[in-house]
């Protein structure tokens, strides 16, 4: 059991944080917790970073597109209207995932698969 101690201690990395920096420790207890997590059996869900990711993507190209459309001011108005518009609502969309999906979670899992299951019968 000794051995076995040691062998867990030593193949670990120690992580290190600031300990003045409150965003680095949260950082490094949700890096732990996510490996924990993803070491016992229960694969990580991705599909609600990926649809951040989009919107996120579509905010930069609406962005982009405001920004080097080929007509100057004056003639360009309601184009740059509508893509402000178009960036406040997807900007709105994204904070409303955040706010109602993600809430403060840090991993979203698949359910165990079913020889994860039998492994503690």
Known sequence: MEAKKGEIASN???KKANLLDHHSIKHILDESVTEIVKSKGYP????????RLLIGTIIIIIA????FY?????????????????YI????????IIYI???????FTYPPT???????L
């Open 12 to 14: 670990k990395n120690p």
């Open 44 to 51: 990580e869900d991705v599909r609600l970073s990926n649809i």
């Open 64 to 67: 982009l597109f405001a920004q």
């Open 70 to 86: 080929n007509k100057k001011f004056p003639e360009n108005r309601n184009f740059l209207i509508g893509c402000i518009i178009l």
């Open 89 to 96: 609502v997807f900007n709105g969309i994204l904070q409303l």
């Open 101 to 107: 999906k993600e809430k403060n979670a840090i991993l």
């Open 114 to 120: 079913v020889s994860h299951y039998s492994s503690f």
